[in-house]
């Protein structure tokens, strides 16, 4: 038996979230997020049913279901991405796949992404500057893709104006975190003044 | 520019990565006689027209689907986008 | 200084007081001023001096379109050139400096060109400078470049910062003049979505520069009383200072928000400009229109403004260019000025008309023209000829000029619009096709009166929402001016023999349109370059015109016949810094991490860009005081034990599906179809042109799913051309796909005790023993007790090795527990130089390999693409100049009493000249090889196959240097590959 | 008339009323030895070289617009004899070696300014690849330097090489490389070819070809039918649509370039510099502007303009790479359209039609081929033989393998 044993970081190369507030606006890390892609196989896009009763709902073209345990969102055709506590479903693909089975593709994506909580009061000025998201019209349970400084990156809409989920993939997370921090202090001065 | 996608509306085409003339979805038989040729005319033979253009676009920041866009190259209207591979599905049923 | 030229009213804020300099001299102004207007105020005339003559140079207009007066604004690395002080707002403590004047604005050397005026006219440079030819580059050149340029830079790093953001709109109203108020109320009630921009710091265009009344109140209060109600809508968003410079295509709009432009610098966070890209569904244009001067002798002097200007600074900023103004004027409007400085108790000496038809007022009206001024530094007096003969000098020191009105046209041009003339306002308004979803309205439409704009505005807000299904009202219009245009066409003054201005800054005149006809550079765009007529940085909106039509004078052609005014973006120039927004600096682009990044640092690792990815290049350890001590003792403990290197950055697809193996099969050139599950395969992927495209493995977890390596840099080409060929060419097979690359740290860990380290982490029930776990062999596994893990006994050094990846959260431990299991090998952590030399040892083709260029037979890998099987490049790769047998083949190169073999280098038969013809191939790679003890190589050569051993010269002339190298076998070490199976 | 710095002096004092046109206005005539399509660069350079080393004369210039309105009057003015491979190299060393007594022998100052360029190196496989490319340069005679870090930053200490992304760790250059002006070039070529007889007609657009039996006899123009013994086609921008109406398609896509000019500013740069780690090149004019450019737009177009993405894209790299210019602000963008060939080198060939030649897919590197092409061009047109420099800008070599492919992307078009 060997003696070692592997203890987490997080994408920031520390043992807790990243969270960082301005001006009563947060962005925080969340590695307690499990994330898995789905992918239906020809001729199976009725997997989408299966997905719906999983998830609790369907989740549409351009959608953000959440739901407990897992919560989805759509991410291209007859292809989803499911989240989940970490801490009871690190091997979510697995179970997914257990559920699925050769109807669908799965693949584990708990450390491809970075999932970020983004909370706050009038979070608009801020998301206008990083992506190009027509926001009056971004409802909550809304997901799309978009760049945020030059970063492929997933926003999700929990609370219009108030609440966010963003992803970007690991290995950008400081980037990333850099550019959405920069951005909050710049909001946060345009207000003051 | 803003490209139609056919499943997520208005896009911007930043978020696109394009490729060239829809003709590159009819790929011929490398195992065929004469594919030297087909190969020739079918890579380095374009086109190229002033009008309605065909053409291959991938959602590379988006759903990551291939689009076939119909534009105008003098004006850089839109005129219709599908899912590359619906039209290639669709050509594969003709042949 | 006292503000001598202030006049009553005004919408300043005279409780506030602010100081600033202008070339040293203190002045004073209010707030609600723009620069040019607090030193109209003090009397201050002269501020420029024009591009080629150097000649004295006061503003001519009171906005964005100045070509005189710009100025360096700001201290320090904050100066900004080339800056309008007519739309500059004055800030306490603001610093302004002349520019392109020396040693003073006063007297400046180079108005000596003035005086050879006569020699320096359009295209002179053309024609001369020629002999000797070498004192071009030597003398004419640098003393032309040193005259030449407007403003200066600082030098200095912009110590500001830009954001960028999206806005979508339903309608963007661009201008908030009369039409553009008017426009966004009826939308706005609508409840359409508006965005109303407008380059100036206080909304309502002329109406703050105008006496008219609207509805019973002044026209400056109407728009006080518009903005508020706009401002209660909260799908309305106001845009003040901000600059629509830009229409693209399909209703994308690029503008420019001066955020903190009219502050005093305070250091905070704010940024100093914000660049929006509007997505707008409709757009409705209402720019307004500029005004025309008329070209006659001597008529640039400081003082000598567009009549509306001059009033505009009456009204708005209580402020005259002089007390003594006359006014020369085409058109009725030009009279309106001589009405709202009298009445600001400014004497008007006369009005100057030359019409007929020119109307009467409270004051001396002169039928006739101005035929010459006087005044160096400022307009000091004017001289006109009456239509009865008589020459006359007025004692002024204010002339206003108004020769017409020009529609604001310019953002219709931005794509296919070609402006129409229009007869009866002699100017061009918008025509040709719009962009997309742009209506105009207002005086950029051509409808000059308040009455015209207002009722231009709501219904171009009303057509443009029907468009788009919603349903707006026109609101009742305030009652409001509505003369008509009453003008007759004056370009310029026929008679005076002195210089008539077209271009100012630019310093063309009438003199120089003739010329250039004479010459024959008739057409628009020959008379434009040839002269540079419109080349200014007023982008040709005070010049176009004049030019043209002095032109189609000269042809005997109509206006419409000899050309149109064209514009391109911007509407007004654009600080790169915004343009640039935040991606500048170490920002440029987004840095990617390896997940031993920080482990790596706290090595003391030093760091590579490896396009966005930083990776330890190697690691020093104490008493290494050279990069190549790392190296090498990296290396060489890879061949005598073990070493780990993060290979994380290498793209990983996961492929899945029924017909994940047929995929893989037409992607590759080599045969995927029959690999069993459990293994892996090293890969050729071809661009269907049979170029080398990317190398990389591709391992079978299970029947139906595979994973893809990458090269690092080919990661996202190689997924993107993996969905073209899976959606476009075989949409038939069963295949996902889907980018992993950052959900698995993976490491190399290599060399004779690799698999006795991984022993110690991999979890017992799993055997990588030689014999249960081959050379190519891939699992999934568990190690440190249970985290899941995968295992490829795959080798980029030709040693014992395998790449172990866990999910990327465990990486950093992973590293630690590699090195404390590690401990008793000597374990060695090694970076991408390291990882170089052991491959370039192993002969592995890499990124200066696989450079686009070369072919599977140039790789030595021809027999590797089957014949058996349709893939992508197969076809073409064997083409006559890509597969022939005497082609360029990657080979081995081992230095001979050398200490160097540069990449690079060409190479030559031994004893043959150095010619291109001599030339038969290249190094790509070289590193010097510890294991060896000497530098090494990799390198194309023409028939390298057949000349193991031969002898030939590496030259590097562009260092100086001429190496010999044998030829041998690009394997350097074990050839035969024993060692990847042990 | 003889241009000189007497000449000027004389009209200067005497009115300037000598000046005589600059190039004469002709009808034209019903039949030529050679018509030239395009009255671009390449073609009044063609022309020229017809009339002065290949003793044409019965030739003319047809030009849809006004001479010049191409690409060479929409350019970043560049020139240079920087590149790789044996099939572009002697090819562009003879441009330059053109462009270096094109004064004297045009009579005409396009102020040819070599003012060197500088191509910057921030990876050490970049380094490889420009020591390989610097001793290709050298080889051909076109003379190179390889910089390190220290020497590079004494050149051009304005340069970001305290916080960049990616530092800079070098540089190739070209001491010979340089700008011209670029209208000028077009005006010079026309005005040494209209005085060695050659017809410049404007405002006629060839509509047709007259073809019969594989051979060319002449074209339809909005002017009428003009004969021709030979017909050469360097319409660059148009190709595809040209070659359509003789029945041709070609290994072409037109696509747009932007390019960007500052407003004008006291010197700042001076020469040419090239950021190795983004979309960004820039000179300054002798009027003072920046001009400066980047990556084409990426997809097919006719239209001579391009979009915002790429504007932001040029001015990202032009900050990251000289902090200084933030403040400097953009005046005027433009479009031009880019023949984008298969491989990125140009095609300078004989068609399998009789008598019809063609000259095009010139990419973004047209301006600084100018020369060489009307040379290489009207060789080709007057001996039947391509020229020793152009042997390989053959239409056939893709059916060969024989790409020239500098960039090494290959046959995609807009990646070139």
């Known amino acids: 038996m060997t003696e070692y044993r592997l203890f987490p970081r997080t994408a920031f190369g520390a043992e807790s979230a990243h969270s960082v507030s301005i001006a009563g606006v947060t962005l925080t890390e969340r590695p307690d997020v499990a994330l898995a892609s789905v992918a239906a196989r020809t001729g199976e896009a009725e997997i989408a049913g299966t997905m719906a009763e999983l998830c609790g709902g369907p989740c549409g073209v351009g959608q953000y279901k959440e739901g407990a345990p897992f919560s989805t969102f759509w991410s291209g055709p007859d292809q989803w991405f499911v989240l989940a506590d970490h801490a009871a479903h690190e091997t979510l693909a697995a179970e997914l796949q257990a559920r699925l089975g050769d109807r669908a593709s799965v693949t584990e994506q708990n450390d491809g992404w970075v999932v970020f909580d983004l909370t706050g009061n009038a979070l608009t000025p801020m998301l206008e500057r990083l992506c190009n998201i027509d926001l009056a019209r971004f409802e909550a349970g809304q997901a799309q893709r978009c760049v945020i400084e030059h970063i492929s990156s997933f926003v999700l809409c929990r609370d219009p104006g108030l609440s966010y989920r963003l992803m970007c993939g690991r290995s950008f997370a400081r980037s990333f975190a850099h550019a959405v921090e920069t951005i909050m202090a710049s909001v946060a001065a345009q207000a003051a003044a | 520019m803003l490209i139609p996608h056919p499943i997520l509306g208005l896009r911007d085409a930043q978020e696109f990565t394009y490729l060239g003339d829809a003709s590159l979805l009819d790929r011929p038989d490398g195992m065929a006689e004469g594919a030297s040729e087909a190969f020739h005319d079918y890579l380095y033979l374009r086109d190229n027209p002033a009008g309605e253009h065909r053409e291959l676009w991938f959602h590379e920041q988006g759903d990551r689907s291939w689009l076939v866009v119909t534009r105008n190259t003098l004006t850089h209207e839109i005129t219709k986008a599908e899912l590359a591979r619906d039209v290639a599905l669709a050509r594969r049923g003709v042949k | 200084m006292t503000q001598s030229n202030r006049l009553n009213g005004g919408q300043i804020d005279r409780a506030q007081l602010l100081r600033f300099t202008f070339d040293g001299q203190s002045y004073s102004g209010h707030a609600g001023d723009t620069l040019a207007s607090a030193l109209l105020s003090n009397g201050v005339r002269l501020m420029g001096r024009s591009f080629k003559y150097h000649r004295p140079r006061g503003p001519i207009s009171a906005g964005s379109e100045e070509p005189n007066a710009l100025m360096m604004i700001g201290d320090g690395a904050r100066v900004e050139p080339n800056t309008r002080a007519t739309v500059a707002e004055l800030y306490d403590g603001l610093t302004a400096k002349s520019q392109n004047a020396w040693p003073s604005l006063k007297l400046d050397a180079l108005g000596i060109n003035d005086v050879f005026s006569n020699f320096l006219t359009a295209g002179f440079y053309y024609k001369t400078f020629m002999w000797p030819r070498a004192f071009w580059e030597k003398f004419y050149e640098p003393a032309i470049r040193k005259a030449a340029g407007l403003g200066r830079l600082s030098m200095q790093e912009d110590p500001d910062c830009y954001d960028k953001g999206f806005l979508h709109c339903d309608l963007l109203v661009i201008g908030a003049g009369p039409s553009g108020l008017m426009a966004a109320l009826t939308a706005a009630r609508a409840g359409a979505r508006v965005i109303l921009a407008d380059e100036d710091f206080r909304m309502g265009g002329r109406l703050n520069a105008e006496t008219h009344e609207l509805g019973g109140q002044s026209g400056a209060d109407w728009a006080t009383a518009t903005l508020a109600e706009l401002a209660s809508f909260d799908t309305v968003r106001l845009m003040t200072r901000t600059t629509v410079f830009g229409a693209y295509d399909h209703g994308v709009f690029g503008a420019v928000e001066r955020v903190s432009d009219h502050l005093r610098p305070t250091g905070d966070t704010r940024p100093r400009q914000t660049l929006w890209r509007i997505y707008a569904r409709r757009s409705l244009l209402c720019a307004g229109a500029t005004e025309r001067m008329v070209g006659f002798a001597n008529n640039d002097r400081p003082g000598i403004l567009q009549a509306g200007a001059l009033r505009a600074y009456a009204n708005r900023w209580a402020v005259t260019a002089g007390l003594r103004v006359t006014v020369f004027t085409n058109n009725d409007d030009g009279h309106r000025t001589a009405r709202d400085l009298a009445a600001k108790g400014v004497e008007i000496v006369a009005v100057i008309d030359p019409r007929a038809e020119a109307p009467q007022g409270d004051w001396r009206v002169i039928r006739g023209q101005v035929v010459d001024t006087k005044g160096r530094l400022g307009l000091k007096s004017v001289t006109v000829r009456g239509h009865d003969g008589r020459q006359e000098v007025l004692q002024v020191e204010g002339l206003g000029v108004s020769g017409g009105w020009n529609p604001n046209v310019s953002l219709t041009c931005h794509q296919r619009g070609r402006p129409e003339w229009r007869e009866d306002i002699a100017a061009f308004v918008p025509g040709g096709t719009l962009p997309v979803g742009m209506a105009v309205a207002g005086a950029a439409a051509g409808d000059l009166s308040t009455h015209g704009a207002l009722r231009g505005g709501a219904e171009g807000a009303v057509a443009s929402l029907e468009a788009l299904g919603i349903s707006a009202k026109a609101p009742e219009l305030p009652e409001a001016e509505d003369a008509p245009v009453q003008q007759t066409p004056l370009w310029y003054v026929g008679e005076g023999k002195a210089r008539k201005w077209i271009d100012f800054q630019n310093d063309v005149t009438v003199k120089d349109v003739k010329l250039a006809h004479q010459e024959g550079f008739v057409s628009v765009e020959h008379l434009k370059r040839y002269t540079t007529l419109g080349m200014a940085t007023d982008q040709g909106k005070n010049s176009n015109l004049g030019g043209l039509a002095v032109m189609a004078e000269l042809t005997g052609q109509t206006i419409a016949q000899t050309g149109t005014t064209m514009f391109r973006p911007p509407y007004t120039p654009v600080a790169m810094g915004a343009l640039a927004g935040r991606s500048v600096g170490k920002d440029f682009k987004p840095t990617r991490l390896t997940p031993s990044h920080h482990w790596a640092e706290k090595q003391g690792a030093v760091f590579v860009e490896v396009g966005q990815w930083m990776r330890a290049q190697w690691f020093p350890q104490l008493g290494e005081t050279h990069w190549r001590q790392s190296v090498d003792r990296e290396a060489l403990a890879v061949r005598k034990s073990v070493g780990v290197c993060d290979v994380t950055t290498l793209g990983k697809v996961d492929v899945q599906g029924r017909d994940a193996a047929e995929f893989l099969n037409l992607i590759y050139a080599n045969g995927f179809a029959k690999l069993a599950v459990g293994k892996t395969r090293y890969g050729l992927m071809l661009r269907e042109d049979g170029i080398a495209m990317d190398d990389g493995t591709a391992a079978r977890l299970a029947e139906d799913h595979f994973v893809v390596t990458t090269t690092t840099a080919n990661a996202g080409p190689v997924y993107r051309h993996m969905e073209f060929v899976r959606q476009c060419l075989r949409p038939d097979l069963d295949v996902q796909l889907i980018s992993t690359t950052d959900s698995w740290a993976q490491y190399a860990v290599a060399g004779p005790n690799a698999r006795k380290l991984l022993q110690k982490i991999v979890d017992p029930e799993f055997d990588i023993s030689n014999e249960a776990f081959p050379f190519m062999g891939c699992a999934e596994i568990t190690v440190c007790g249970g985290t899941r893990a995968r295992l490829f006994r795959i080798s980029f050094s030709g040693e014992l090795a395998y790449e172990i990846a866990v999910p990327t959260r465990y990486g950093e431990s992973l590293i630690e527990v590699l090195m404390a299991a590690g401990e008793e090998f000597d374990v060695t952590p090694y970076g991408t130089e390291a990882l170089g030399v052991l491959r370039i040892e192993k002969g592995h083709a890499a990124g200066n390999e696989l450079n686009g260029q070369t072919s599977a037979a140039h790789l030595g890998m021809a027999r590797m693409v089957s014949t058996k099987k349709d893939s992508i490049g197969a076809v073409l790769t064997r083409r006559e100049e890509l597969s022939r047998e005497d082609g360029l083949r990657l080979m081995g190169f081992e230095a001979i009493d050398s200490d160097t073999l540069p990449a690079g280098s060409h190479l030559f038969a031994e004893g043959a000249a150095h010619r291109p013809e001599t030339d038969q191939g290249w190094l790509t790679s070289a590193c010097y090889s510890p294991h060896l003890g000497k530098p090494i190589a990799l390198g194309y050569i023409k028939q390298g196959g057949e000349r193991i051993g031969e002898v030939v010269t590496a030259a590097n002339p562009v260092e100086g240097t001429s190496v010999k190298a044998r030829i041998v076998s690009p394997h350097f070490i074990d050839p035969e590959g024993a060692r990847l199976r042990d | ?416």
């Open chain 4, 1 to 416: 008339m003889r241009y000189s710095a007497a000449r000027v002096l004389w009209e200067g004092l005497t009115g300037h009323k000598g000046w005589t046109r600059a190039w004469r206005d002709p009808e034209p005539k019903p039949q030529y030895d050679i018509v030239i399509i395009g009255g671009g660069g390449h073609g009044l350079a063609t022309a020229h070289y017809l009339a002065s080393i290949y003793g044409q004369h019965r030739v003319a210039v047809l030009e849809k617009g006004w001479i010049g309105g191409g690409n060479v009057g929409r350019n970043t003015t560049i020139i240079r004899s920087n590149y790789l491979l044996d099939g572009n190299e002697p090819f562009y060393e003879f441009s330059l070696k053109l462009w270096e007594g094109l004064e004297q022998d045009l009579n005409y100052n396009a102020m040819v300014s070599q003012r060197s360029i500088i191509n910057l190196i921030h990876t050490d496989a970049q380094r490889d690849a420009f020591r390989r490319r610097g001793n290709a340069m050298i080889l051909h005679g076109a003379g190179a330097e390889l910089l390190n870090a220290e020497q590079v930053r004494r050149e051009v200490p304005f340069l970001n090489f305290d916080n960049a992304r990616f530092p800079i760790k070098g540089a190739l250059v070209q001491r010979r490389g340089g700008t011209v002006r670029h209208d000028a070039v077009a005006w010079g070529y026309a005005r040494a070819a209209n005085s060695r007889g050659v017809d410049i007609i404007q405002n006629c657009e060839v509509t047709g070809f007259r073809i019969e039996n594989g051979k060319v006899l002449g074209v339809e123009t909005t002017r009428g039918y003009i004969g021709a013994g030979k017909v050469g086609v360097a319409v660059a921008g148009n190709s595809s649509r040209v070659m359509a109406k003789a029945g041709m398609r070609l290994p072409i896509e037109s696509h747009v370039l932007q390019a960007f000019v500052s407003e004008g500013l006291k010197p700042v740069i001076p020469g040419v510099i090239t950021f190795g780690a983004g979309h960004f090149y820039v000179s300054q004019s002798d009027k003072g502007g920046l001009v400066f450019g980047g990556d084409i737009d990426g997809y097919n177009t006719y239209a001579q303009r391009g979009n915002l993405p790429v504007v932001e894209d040029v001015c990202e790299g032009g900050v990251a790479l000289m902090p200084i210019i933030g403040r400097a602000r953009l005046l005027r963008m433009w479009g031009g359209i880019m023949d984008m060939s298969m491989d990125g080198s140009p095609y300078i060939d004989k068609t399998h039609i009789d008598g019809l030649f063609f000259n095009g897919g010139w990419c973004y590197g047209g301006f600084k081929a100018t020369p060489a092409s009307g040379y290489a061009f009207a060789h080709l047109l007057a001996t039947g033989k391509p020229h020793d420099t152009a042997t390989a800008y053959r239409l056939d070599r893709f059916r060969r393998g024989g790409m020239i492919d500098e960039k090494g992307v290959g046959a995609q078009p807009n990646l070139h």
